[in-house]
């Protein structure tokens, strides 16, 4: 078996100027005490030259050797791959010496510098996945420290899949896994990162924490209905630490370690975000502070029924009028607790939910009589359920937090829906555990709620708790049986218990009811491809990649329905079309082992190179050694080249990672017996007869061996 580590980069590629910027600028400033650096690559058509550099690039490519104008202070550098152009440097301004050396020497710098592009291209490559490692992540982070303030804010991510193997070869290909699951989830345009043990940085620019939580979850689901044992992250945005400084990279990976570390003590797949003091205190669930908690409980002492009102200006206070106004409108008759000059709290005694309505709207008239700043409310009642007063605050809390989807001047009495949107809060911030417990409350509110019952589901799923989460689907479906989301993360649940008919049961139902949700063709597509139903798989992916591609959507998606279409079409000898997806999956993940064994096993049947064909299939057992299709496909090859002692090692290897590789057992028995080896066939065919009885080839074949 070959060395499991890719211990090379390659060459420098066009896209690496894009991809190695940072670090690419920041060399070229060594270098040169210019102003401006721009790093174009030639041939990428993703990124067009600018037309006022056409006529300087074009004597560059004539004369293949730098072009300086001294006049305006301009510089055209040739980047090289060894004898090839693979890009230019366009630099301006700065000291007028520069642009007054003699070209030799401008000459000699761009060899130079071409050279310490190749040499940081290696040492931003970790061996084990060949993905970009932390040397580049670092640079990446003080690119972005340096120059914040000319564009939005990135978020960074530390996403740990730790493996829980036995020995190394078992963790770095379970790691390996990880990492091309991730690029082909993420697609090309996301830098992913491996920085060591299973541990992968992400960036995403211009993303702030809500919208990178968001992103994390689904990261985490896709990662789960990967198969994976679990998966945890955590989130920090990129910004300075400290106001008064600039912040370092190291800061802020230790603040997103540190955030990782709780994420893993909340669940197998769930993550954490890095809260600010500032998040802490404007949290909409914040614990209310232990003064305004006593005078409450003094207030509550002996009553046994009230309506707690939780009054709430809509805009940021810029003075105390507010505070003035309800203090003048309550008046000596309503107890009040003032929290804040945005906050107070009323006692409505005796009041039940139509009285409390009643004293509220005449509260609303008085305080508008006033004139001033829009208000909403949050109403607790007592007694309620099996509520506590020591839980009315809070409640209150969580019906204001409910109002705001009404918008401003709104008014909200607590309720199971109040329950669903604290729990999402918590949800959101990776909090699985406290959403639980949220949803569970709304439930003993509303037994029949689906929304609850789905979100019960969901946070189970993510816990690793299956039983549960089905009986939540299911308590689901009684109440809605045409449920979107819950015939559809039902199905999940089921083929993870390998339930594979009835999950594609409940996608098909759910299918009916939303036939343009590219998730459920994307899965029901797979899912269909995996027992044997090719043409049915076809169609699904088919409207799944169209539905994509018409949405805008890049990267992962995109590469996932095109391997799948590839299986598809390879199933239905539809070569051409399946070798097309394929390209295009290996474009956006060069690697994943999977499409490119099976790119080269078609590259062979379709007579378009055995050497290209060859070199894919080895690719792929080098990247990932543990698959015992792509040890076939290569042995499969290896004999179609007349390479029999190859093939004999790689059909063995094969056999060796699956005893019940029928294909394998057949070819390697066929090439036992033209080697003139009948006892090493026979055994061979008597083992795929043990596991298919009635396979002719098999049979045939020991016929032969014993005439």
């Known amino acids: 078996m070959s060395l499991p580590l890719v211990l090379a980069a390659g060459p420098l590629l066009p896209v690496d100027l894009l991809r190695f910027a940072a670090l690419f600028t920041k060399t070229v400033y060594d270098f040169f005490p210019c102003e401006t650096v721009r790093l174009l690559p030639l041939g990428d058509t993703l990124s067009p030259l600018p037309a006022e550099l056409a006529e300087g690039v074009a004597r560059l490519r004539a004369e293949r050797a730098p072009v300086v104008d001294a006049r305006q202070r301009t510089l055209l550098l040739p980047i090289w791959a060894g004898e090839n152009l693979c890009g230019l440097v366009a630099a301006a301004g700065g000291e007028e010496r520069l642009y007054a050396m003699p070209l030799v020497w401008f000459d000699e710098q761009s060899h130079i510098i071409s050279r310490e592009f190749f040499l940081l291209k290696q040492g931003c490559q970790d061996p084990g996945t060949g993905l970009l490692n932390g040397f580049h992540l670092r640079g990446e982070i003080e690119a972005l420290l340096r120059h914040r303030d000319e564009g939005a804010a990135a978020t960074l991510a530390l996403l740990e899949v730790f493996p829980r193997s036995r020995d190394a070869d078992r963790s770095l290909r379970y790691i390996v896994r990880a990492g091309s699951t991730l690029a082909s989830l993420l697609g090309e345009e996301m830098h992913l990162h491996h920085l060591g043990a299973g541990i992968f940085g992400l960036l995403w620019y211009g993303v702030g924490m809500e919208e990178a939580r968001q992103l994390g979850e689904g990261i985490l689901l896709r990662l789960k209905r990967e198969n994976f044992i679990s998966a945890h992250l955590g989130i920090t945005t ?7 400084e600039k912040g370092t990279p190291e800061q802020l990976l230790d603040q997103a370690w540190q955030v990782l570390r709780t994420a893993r003590q909340r669940g ?13 205190e404007s949290h909409p669930l914040r614990r209310l502070p232990e003064s305004t908690l006593r005078k409450l409980r003094a207030l509550y002492r ?4 009230f309506a707690l009102a939780l009054v709430r200006m809509d805009q940021e206070p810029a003075s105390n009028h507010f505070s003035k106004r309800v203090r003048s409108v309550a008046g000596a008759g309503v107890p009040l607790v003032l929290v804040n000059q945005r906050e107070a709290f009323l006692l409505l005694d005796g009041a039940d939910k139509k009285a409390a309505e009643k004293e509220l709207a005449a509260f609303r008239k008085r305080m508008e009589a006033i004139g001033g700043s829009t208000f909403s409310v949050g109403v607790a009642l007592f007694p309620d359920h099996d509520f506590k007063k020591s839980d009315l605050a809070m409640n209150c809390r969580k019906a204001i937090l409910h109002a705001g989807f009404f918008g401003p001047d709104s008014q909200v009495f607590f309720d199971a829906v109040s329950l669903n949107i604290s729990g999402d809060v918590y949800y959101n911030e990776g909090d699985l555990v406290r959403a639980i417990a949220e949803y569970r409350k709304g439930l003993r509110l509303a037994p029949d709620n689906v929304n609850l019952l789905n979100s019960l589901g969901v946070a189970s799923v993510q816990l690793n708790r299956p039983r549960a989460a089905q009986d939540f689907f299911q308590r689901a479906l009684a109440v809605d049986g ?43 597509g797979v899912l269909s491809c995996r027992q044997g139903e090719f043409a049915r798989a076809r169609e699904l992916l088919e409207r799944c990649e169209q539905k994509v591609r018409k949405g805008g959507q890049q990267g992962g998606g995109v590469m996932v329905v095109a391997r799948w279409l590839g299986r598809a079409y390879e199933a239905l000898g539809e070569e051409r079309k399946a070798i097309a997806a394929y390209q295009r999956t290996v474009g956006g993940n060069p690697r994943d082992a999977g499409s490119l064994s099976r790119l080269g096993r078609l590259y062979a049947l379709t007579g378009q190179g055995d050497d290209i064909a060859l070199s894919l299939c080895r690719q792929a057992v080098e990247l990932d050694s543990g698959k015992a299709a792509h ?8 004999h179609h080249l007349q390479a029999r002692a190859e093939a004999v090692e790689s059909l063995s290897e094969c056999l060796r990672l699956d005893g019940r590789h029928v294909e394998a057992a057949l070819l390697l028995a066929r090439i036992w017996e033209e080697s003139d080896r009948p006892g090493r066939a026979g055994k061979l065919y008597e083992r795929v007869l043990r596991l298919r009885p009635e396979e002719a080839e098999a049979k045939s074949g020991l016929s032969r061996l014993r005439q």
Do not use: Y
């Open 631 to 638: 040890w076939f496909r290569l042995g499969w090859l290896q």
């Open 302 to 305: 002996g009553k046994s029924r």
């Open 238 to 244: 990129v910004v300075p630490p400290d106001p008064d």
């Open 482 to 524: 045409r449920n979107f989301m819950a015939l559809f993360n039902l199905g999940f649940v089921l083929l993870e218990a390998d339930d594979a008919a009835g999950a594609r049961g409940l996608w098909e139902r759910a299918l009916a009811v939303d036939g343009d949700s590219p998730e459920l063709l994307q899965h029901l």
């Open 268 to 280: 197998p797949f769930s993550l954490c975000g890095h809260a600010t003091s500032q998040d802490i």
